[in-house]
């Protein structure tokens, strides 16, 4: 059973535009949300991460938003830039970084 | 560069066979875990251990098997191996059992 659904599958957006990925979870013990970066042939990369007691987290260009009644959240990444270019796994776990459950994933391309 | 060391970067092999993918977490980091990404079933976890000791389970097969040293190094066994085993392995690695997972780079086997 696939505890944490994501998507768009794919995204393709214009450089400085701001890409939206949304991920909705079912097991309402997670407690711990971060994301992922993973670049072709490379292991996938801590980029931010958020718990329950905030509805948003912010660093650098990077935004998550979180809707604990919807058990939703989303990452935005804003002023885009081609080197975004990767696939961007959402995840969840129970108390920290402890057997994370990840989201299929989502292949952002950012065009000039 | 995660800190998180895994050997081999590649592995190509029969079926049949047993191989051994070895991982070296980040300096000071307790917990190792262990997960499968491959097209079909994405990122799962495996196992986990922390200061040696298994912590949790996921999918892992009972072909499957892992330990962790006392030099905190860890390897993942994998033992009469099926086409359906090609995938990339990593390994992360946290301070402790609850916190942040930095991931390795990766080991692609691929069963023949």
């Known amino acids: 059973q696939q505890q944490v659904k994501q998507s768009p599958q794919s995204l393709i957006v214009q450089k400085g535009g701001i890409p939206i990925i949304n991920c909705a979870y079912e097991?309402?013990?997670?407690?711990?949300f971060p994301w992922y970066q993973q670049f072709p042939g490379k292991g996938p990369a801590l980029l931010i991460a958020?718990?329950?007691?905030?509805s948003e987290k912010k660093e650098g260009r990077f935004t998550i938003s979180f809707n604990k009644s919807a058990k939703q959240f989303s990452l935005h990444i804003m002023d885009s830039q081609p080197g975004d270019s990767a696939t961007y796994f959402c995840?969840?776990?129970?108390?920290?970084?402890?057997?994370?459950?990840f989201g299929t994933g989502t292949q952002l391309k950012v065009e000039l | 560069d995660s800190g998180v060391t895994q050997t081999p970067k590649h592995l190509i092999t029969a079926t049949g066979q047993r191989v051994t993918l070895r991982c070296s977490p980040r300096?000071?980091?307790?917990?190792v875990y262990w997960y499968q990404q491959s097209l079909d079933q994405g990122l799962q976890f495996l196992i986990q251990?922390?200061?040696?000791?298994?912590?949790a389970k996921g999918n892992i097969l009972e072909r499957f098997s892992a330990q962790q040293f006392p030099d905190l190094h860890s390897e993942l066994n994998l033992s009469s191996l099926e086409l359906g085993d090609s995938a990339l392995y990593f390994c992360?690695?946290?301070?402790?059992?609850?916190?942040?997972?930095?991931f390795g780079q990766g080991t692609r086997l691929t069963v023949v």
């Open positions: 992360a690695s946290s301070v402790g059992r609850h916190t942040e997972a930095f």
């Open positions: 097991n309402t013990a997670f407690d711990y």
């Open positions: 958020i718990r329950p007691d905030v």
């Open positions: 995840a969840a776990s129970m108390r920290g970084g402890n057997k994370l459950t």
């Open positions: 300096s000071g980091d307790l917990s």
């Open positions: 251990y922390y200061n040696g000791e298994e912590r």
